[in-house]
Structures are given as C-alpha cells and as structure tokens.
C-alpha cells in the first residue's frame, strides 16, 4: 500500500470531509492521528472506523486555534507516532452573516480555526517536516476563497488566506523536499448541504455544469492524490463541478 508505515495528520477528521479523507489515507495503509473539537463520543466513533481497517488510529481533542495547545497536540503525537508525514488542515467552521450585522466575534472565530488553526498546525510541524528532508501539507479551502461569496465575508477571507499560506509554505520548505497544495471545494454533500431547502439546492445545482454536489469521497481522492505526489507544490486544484470556470 502506498502509504503503509507513513503517519496522517488529519485536523477536524472526526466528521464530514475530514472523516473521509482519514479512512482513504488508512485505506492505503497510513496511520491516522485525528484531531477533533467536538464531543468525545464523535472522536471514539471516528476512531473504531478507522482502526477497523487495521491501522493504528489515536484521537487528540484540542483547538487548532489554539497556539499552545496545538504544540502540544503536535508534541504528544509525534510522541505517539514517532514521525508525521502528511499534515491535512481540514479543521473549519462557518459563521455566515452579511458584514453589516456580523459580530467582531463571529469574524474573529472563523478566522482563528480556519487560518490561524492552519498556521499553527503547519509552524508546529514546521522544523520536523523540514529535518526529515519530506513531508506533505494539503490545506483544504474553499471555491469561495476564490470568488467570494456574500454573507460570507469572515470564511472567504479565512480561505483566501489559506490559499496564501499554501503558496508561501511551498515556496519556503520546497527546498527540503516538503509539498503543500490547497483544495477549493465547492458544494459537497456533507450535514450541512443535507438540511438547506430544495428551492436553495435548486439555485445552486443551476450554476454547476455538473448538475451535482461532490461527495466526501471525492474530495478525500483529491487530497490524496495531493498528499503523494512528488512534483505538485503551491497549486490550489478546485473541485466544485465547474462552478468557477
């Protein structure tokens, strides 16, 4: 298997996207260390799927946007692990309102787990990725840090600077043989596209060439596809059914 004795780092990976993308990476025989922020119950859950594909799998539940938690989450899994080698920031919230009535705190909280949980993440692995000489980053952003979107302006400019991130981090460890690519998702069909009215998902399926919304386990290929490959830095690979062509 092509990821067998590698480690996976898979923030907000208890539920969704970041569910998905830690069985596919335990499906080619990588080890999952899985960060969650929600109840405990949800990380146990997470964590039996995973270990029933016979990889080993540990939970650690801190807030990426934690600086001093986050160190320690990191410290605590290389400890557990002894290495990481695929680092996926997918932890994100949403907290949608137009500018004129959003609160200084939905603002700051969007782009504390977003953006700075990324940050983080990435500068606690920093000098491990970079001693080792390998390592691989996949940031995950959004179609709508690309083109905006109204009633958004707090999570398109936390994924905008994802986006940034990705593009200054690839510059910076390319030398020492580490990648790190950005995804921009588009509608995925997660719990939170499954509860908007049908009128809603009418309106967007009409702007998607591809009459659908993606499912987890697509974007899960497409981390992976990033996460191995060799000769792939500093690129953002939307995949939202050719909704920002």
């Given at each position: 298997?092509?990821?067998?004795?590698?480690?996976?780092?898979?923030?907000?990976?208890?539920?969704?996207?970041?569910?998905?993308?830690?069985?596919?990476?335990?499906?080619?025989?990588?080890?999952?260390?899985?960060?969650?922020?929600?109840?405990?119950?949800?990380?146990?859950?997470?964590?039996?799927?995973?270990?029933?594909?016979?990889?080993?799998?540990?939970?650690?539940?801190?807030?990426?946007?934690?600086?001093?938690?986050?160190?320690?989450?990191?410290?605590?899994?290389?400890?557990?692990?002894?290495?990481?080698?695929?680092?996926?920031?997918?932890?994100?919230?949403?907290?949608?309102?137009?500018?004129?009535?959003?609160?200084?705190?939905?603002?700051?909280?969007?782009?504390?787990?977003?953006?700075?949980?990324?940050?983080?993440?990435?500068?606690?692995?920093?000098?491990?990725?970079?001693?080792?000489?390998?390592?691989?980053?996949?940031?995950?952003?959004?179609?709508?840090?690309?083109?905006?979107?109204?009633?958004?302006?707090?999570?398109?400019?936390?994924?905008?600077?994802?986006?940034?991130?990705?593009?200054?981090?690839?510059?910076?460890?390319?030398?020492?043989?580490?990648?790190?690519?950005?995804?921009?998702?588009?509608?995925?069909?997660?719990?939170?596209?499954?509860?908007?009215?049908?009128?809603?998902?009418?309106?967007?399926?009409?702007?998607?060439?591809?009459?659908?919304?993606?499912?987890?386990?697509?974007?899960?290929?497409?981390?992976?596809?990033?996460?191995?490959?060799?000769?792939?830095?500093?690129?953002?690979?939307?995949?939202?059914?050719?909704l920002y062509i």
């Amino acid at each position: 298997m092509l990821l067998k004795d590698k480690t996976a780092l898979v923030s907000g990976g208890s539920r969704g996207i970041g569910l998905a993308i830690a069985k596919k990476m335990a499906a080619n025989g990588a080890n999952i260390a899985l960060n969650y922020f929600a109840e405990e119950k949800e990380g146990r859950e997470a964590q039996k799927e995973i270990q029933k594909m016979g990889v080993k799998c540990e939970i650690y539940h801190f807030n990426v946007a934690d600086f001093k938690a986050s160190k320690e989450g990191i410290d605590k899994i290389i400890k557990d692990f002894g290495k990481v080698d695929i680092l996926v920031n997918n932890a994100g919230i949403t907290r949608d309102g137009l500018v004129a009535t959003m609160t200084e705190e939905d603002f700051d909280s969007v782009m504390n787990i977003n953006l700075k949980g990324a940050f983080n993440l990435t500068k606690h692995l920093y000098m491990h990725f970079s001693r080792n000489r390998s390592g691989s980053i996949v940031n995950v952003a959004s179609i709508i840090g690309m083109m905006g979107g109204a009633g958004q302006a707090n999570y398109s400019a936390s994924k905008a600077g994802m986006i940034g991130l990705t593009k200054s981090i690839a510059r910076e460890l390319g030398g020492r043989g580490v990648t790190c690519n950005a995804i921009a998702p588009g509608f995925i069909e997660t719990a939170m596209t499954a509860v908007l009215p049908e009128e809603v998902k009418k309106k967007y399926l009409d702007m998607i060439p591809l009459k659908r919304f993606a499912n987890v386990e697509e974007v899960a290929d497409l981390v992976f596809f990033l996460a191995t490959a060799k000769y792939i830095t500093g690129e953002v690979v939307k995949i939202d059914g050719g909704l920002y062509i």
